[in-house]
């Protein structure tokens, strides 16, 4: 679930920085960064919220 939320931060990451290279004359690296951690928690957040939760493994 960690390795495969990282990966796609850093496919986000990579992506926009490829982005600003071809089309923009600077790199915006806090606007990549950013967008890379927010991609990276929403991932880690949905993975995390697929797992069931067992309400009665108490009883």
């Known amino acids: 679930m960690f390795k495969n939320s990282m ?3 850093l496919i986000f990451f990579v ?3 490829i982005k600003d290279i071809l089309f923009s ?3 915006q690296w806090v606007d990549n960064i950013g967008i890379s951690i ?3 928690l929403i991932n880690i957040l949905w993975e995390w919220a697929k797992k069931p ?7």
């Open 38 to 40: 927010i991609v990276f």
């Open 7 to 9: 990966i796609y931060g």
């Open 15 to 17: 992506g926009f920085t």
């Open 25 to 27: 004359e600077e790199i």
């Open 53 to 59: 939760y067992d309400w009665n493994k108490n009883k």
